[in-house]
């Protein structure tokens, strides 16, 4: 699965990827890229930051729109190795995701549907952080909740 967190609300977008590979990272993104809408992409993911991962070592590859615009559809950073804290609210939704699919295991059935299940749960879950609001509702509000 690839998580991506926006920053301000927290809102997420997990998309089902086939494996773990560079290619697929990728394509995901693209997926993503599409139903978000290129400008809304880039406004809403201005920056992503992964760990080392060798799925996450094409970065011209992750920061190129899928339209081949010379416009960027984002910007990547690695956090340092050994440093999870550098992606706390990712680390902490995959805390979240792990209700549904703890450690160990296999994702081969897994379908979209169930993994948007799961994005629906986090994104409209209320969170202390948020005064008990959800995601969804400063994400579409456009309102920064800190």
């Known amino acids: 699965m690839l998580v991506l967190s926006e920053r301000a609300t927290r809102k997420e977008v997990i998309e089902l990827i086939p ?12 997926r993503i890229e599409r139903r978000f809408g290129v400008v809304n992409f880039r406004e809403t993911f201005k920056t992503i930051t ?5 799925e996450f070592k094409d970065y011209k590859g992750i920061e190129r729109s899928y339209t081949k615009s010379s416009l960027a559809r984002t910007k990547q950073y690695y956090c340092d190795a050994y440093s999870s804290w550098q992606r706390g609210t990712n680390e902490n939704i995959n ?32 969170r202390k952080i948020f005064n008990f609001q959800t995601a969804n509702y400063y994400f579409e509000n456009k309102e920064c909740p800190t």
């Open 95 to 126: 805390k979240m995701i792990r209700r549904f699919l703890p450690k160990g295991t296999s994702f081969k059935g897994l379908t979209r549907r169930a993994v948007k299940e799961i994005q629906v749960f986090i994104n409209t879950y209320p």
């Open 19 to 30: 494996d773990k590979t560079k290619e697929s990272v990728i394509k995901g993104l693209d």
């Open 50 to 54: 992964t760990d080392n991962g060798s």
